[in-house]
C-alpha cells in the first residue's frame, strides 16, 4: 500500500512518509536450517540494529541505526518463510533478509514484499486499487453519485490517529492556520500523552485537523500554565480564514500605536 495525499492534505505526508511500517515478507534461504534455529535468529534481530543500504538504493550507503518493533515468523516450509516484519522507517527488509540468512549461515534473499501498513493506514481500511479511484472519480462526475468517492477518499483527520492531541479554542484556529505558535490560553483540552519535543496534532472542537505541530512542554506543563507558547507548527493543514480571525498582527499593533 501506498497512502496518496491530495490537496493540503499534501503537507502531512511527510509525517506518514517518515511513521513505521509494516511488511509481509517471503524469506528465501539458499540452504537448509531447522525451523526453530530460523525463528531464533529472527527474534535476534528484533530491537536496534545496524544497517547499511544494499547497493541499488536511493540513499547514501553508510551504516545507521533501525529499529525492529517484531518479527513474526508465521511459517517456514522448506526454505520458504513467511513472516510479518514491524519496522522503523528506513529500513531495508531484502537487506534484513540478507543478513539473517549470514546470521543463520546458509544465506538468503527476499523473494516477495508487501507492504500493508504506513503509519496510521493499513490495508485492512479504507485501501482501493487506482482503478477503483478512476472508477468513483467517473461516477461522481457523470452520475453525481459521491458515495463510492467518499469511500475511497478518507479526511485527513486519519492521520492524527493515534498522535498526541492538543484541542484549541475558535479563536485560536485562525492563527496557528497562519503558522503562530500555540499558546497556553489558546489550549482548551489535550491528551495526557504529549511529550516535549514530539509531534502533536492540533485539533478544533469539531475535531478537524488544524496542523501538526512540536510541542514545547509536557502535557502537565501546559495544563498549569497560563502563558507562553506550548507549540510550535510544522504542517499547516486547514486553510486560513476558515475559522474568523480574532488576533492581531504585530505589525497591526505597531500601526495602530
Not at 522448506?78 to 513472516?83: E, I
Not at 489550549?187 to 500523552?193: A, H, P, Q, R
Amino acid at each position: 500500500m501506498l497512502p496518496i495525499a491530495l490537496g493540503r492534505a499534501r503537507n502531512v505526508l511527510n509525517y506518514v512518509v517518515h511513521s513505521d511500517k509494516r511488511y509481509v515478507c517471503v524469506m528465501a534461504l539458499h540452504g537448509v536450517a531447522p525451523e526453530e534455529r530460523v525463528r531464533e535468529v529472527c527474534q535476534e534481530f528484533v530491537g536496534p540494529i545496524y544497517q547499511r543500504p544494499p547497493l541499488k538504493a536511493s540513499v547514501e550507503r553508510r551504516l545507521r541505526v533501525r529499529k525492529i518493533f517484531s518479527i513474526d515468523v508465521q511459517e517456514v516450509r522448506g526454505r520458504l518463510v513467511l513472516m510479518v516484519v514491524h519496522c522503523e522507517a528506513g529500513t531495508y527488509i531484502r537487506k534484513l533478509c540478507y543478513d539473517i540468512g549470514e546470521v543463520l549461515g546458509v544465506g538468503a534473499h527476499m523473494a516477495e514484499l508487501r507492504r500493508v501498513q504506513a503509519g496510521p493506514f493499513s490495508e485492512d481500511e479504507g485501501l482501493v486499487t487506482m482503478h477503483e479511484l478512476h472508477e468513483a472519480v467517473v461516477a461522481w462526475k457523470e452520475l453525481g453519485d459521491e458515495e463510492p468517492l467518499r469511500r475511497a477518499v478518507m479526511p485527513v483527520e486519519v492521520v492524527a490517529r493515534g498522535l498526541p492531541k492538543i484541542t484549541v479554542r475558535d479563536s485560536a484556529v485562525d492563527a496557528v492556520c497562519h503558522g503562530a505558535f500555540l499558546t497556553a490560553p489558546g489550549v482548551l483540552t489535550l491528551t495526557s500523552d504529549v511529550r516535549k519535543g514530539e509531534t502533536v496534532a492540533i485539533m478544533t472542537l469539531k475535531g478537524e485537523l488544524v496542523a501538526l505541530a512540536s510541542a514545547l512542554m509536557d502535557a502537565r506543563e501546559i495544563l498549569e500554565a497560563h502563558k507562553g507558547m506550548v507549540a510550535k507548527p510544522l504542517r499547516v493543514v486547514m486553510l486560513p480564514g476558515t475559522y474568523p480571525k480574532l488576533w492581531r498582527s504585530k505589525e497591526g499593533v505597531e500601526k495602530k500605536k
